[in-house]
Every structure is written in C-alpha cells, then in structure tokens.
T-cell receptor
Framework: DQQVKQNSPSLSVQEGRISILNCDYT??????FLWYKKYPAEGPTFLIS?????DKNEDGRFTVFLNKSAKHLSLHIVPSQPGDSAVYFC?????????FGTGTSLTVIP | DTAVSQTPKYLVTQMGNDKSIKCEQN?????MYWYKQDSKKFLKIMFS???????INETVPNRFSPKSPDKAHLNLHINSLELGDSAVYFC?????????????FGPGTRLTVL
C-alpha cells in the first residue's frame, strides 16, 4: 500500500532553470510533509518541510507547495545548480508513522 | 565527526545466517529508526525507538529484532537470513517522535544475501 507516490522516476533540467518535483499522497490525516535529498552511497538528508496547515514554505532556492484538496505537494528549486543533482524523496508523517516515496532522480545539466 | 554511523557498510552473507548491523548517533537525540530500502527503491520504516522504548513496529518478520542498549545506539539483528532480506538498511535519529522532527540518516548498510 503506497501512501506516498512520486510518479516521475527521473527529471533533467538545465542549470539556472526551475526544477519541479512532484509528490502525491493518499492519506488526508498526514500532518507533516518533508523532502529529503540523497546522494549516491549516502543516507538521505533533510531539505525542507511543510505543515499541513500551510500551503507554502520557502527556504532559499527551495520552495515546497502543498495542495491539500488535491493531496499533492511539489518542490521547486530555483535556480537549479549542478550540485542539486541527486535523488529527492518526498515523505509524509501522521502520528508516529512515516511514509516515503520512491524518489525522483534529478539531473541538472551544466 | 559523523552524526549517525552504521557498521558495517557492506555485508555479504549466506542464506540462513544470523547477522547484526550496528547504529550509533552522537546528536543526543531521543528517537532512532531503522528503514529498509528495497530493490524498487521503497524506503520503508521498520522500527522506531524513543528513549530505548519501541514505539513503531511495522509489519516486519520477527526474524528482525532491534535492540537499543541506550539512547545513542539502535542495533538490528536478523536471524535466518533470506534472499528477500537483501536491501540497503538505513538507521536514522531525530530529536523527538513528531513528524515535524527532521531525521538524520546514516550512510546505509548494503546487505546481500546469497
């Protein structure tokens, strides 16, 4: 039962342009959503989060948007940099439960 | 100075063996987790401990037994290893149990069962 879905396994973007990574979830009881970034042979590292009571959270080049009615969130990276090339995991939590998506591999082309 | 460390990084073993993976965090966090990332890249929580007490125990075969000797350590022992146990196992820690708590992950242990 996949409660968090990232339907795009990969994305390529030119350096300087916007990267948009998408995530869908099924459980309306989730109260926090997080994005993690993962480089090869390393563990995921936290990037940005958003509470279910908000619809936008911004941190530097990274902005997460939450659309509760559509059960959809997205991560915008502007401008994209080659160092952003990694796998991005969307995660959702409710109570003590955590669910991760399968990740989207972002490649930023110099 | 590594925040969350796991040993070993790679583990290759035969079916039926028993093995352990160790995890230590030096962040002073109260909560620790074990995740399994399978071949389909699903990152799925297995266990969570808060102050040495089990708070999440997902549907995991009872061949998997976590042990938390203290707040800084959460080890994973696996009995009678099976081919399907091959995966990357990640340990993580966070300050508290709420979903808003950022989790810090270790580098992962790649387990291969032959």
């Amino acid at each position: 039962d996949q409660q968090v879905k990232q339907n795009s396994p990969s994305l390529s973007v030119q350096e300087g342009r916007i990267s948009i990574l998408n995530c869908d979830y099924t459980n309306s009881m989730f109260d926090y959503f997080l994005w993690y970034k993962k480089y090869p042979a390393e563990g995921p590292t936290f990037l940005i989060s958003i509470s279910s009571i908000k619809d936008k959270n911004e941190d530097g080049r990274f902005t997460v948007f939450l659309n509760k009615s559509a059960k959809h969130l997205s991560l915008h990276i502007v401008p994209s940099q080659p160092g952003d090339s990694a796998v991005y995991f969307c995660a959702a939590s409710g109570g003590n439960q955590f669910y991760f998506g399968t990740g989207t591999s972002l490649t930023v082309i110099p | 100075d590594t925040a969350v460390s796991q040993t070993p990084k790679y583990l290759v073993t035969q079916m039926g063996n028993d093995k352990s993976i160790k995890c230590e965090q030096n962040l002073g966090h109260d909560t620790m987790y074990w995740y399994k990332q399978d071949s389909k890249k699903f990152l799925k929580i297995m266990f969570s401990y808060n102050n040495k007490e089990l708070i999440i125990n997902e549907t995991v075969p009872n061949r998997f037994s976590p042990k938390s000797p203290d707040k800084a350590h959460l080890n994973l022992h696996i009995n009678s290893l099976e081919l399907g146990d091959s995966a990357v196992y990640f340990c993580a820690s966070s300050q508290g149990t709420g979903g808003f708590n950022e989790q810090f992950f270790g580098p992962g242990t790649r387990l291969t069962v032959l």
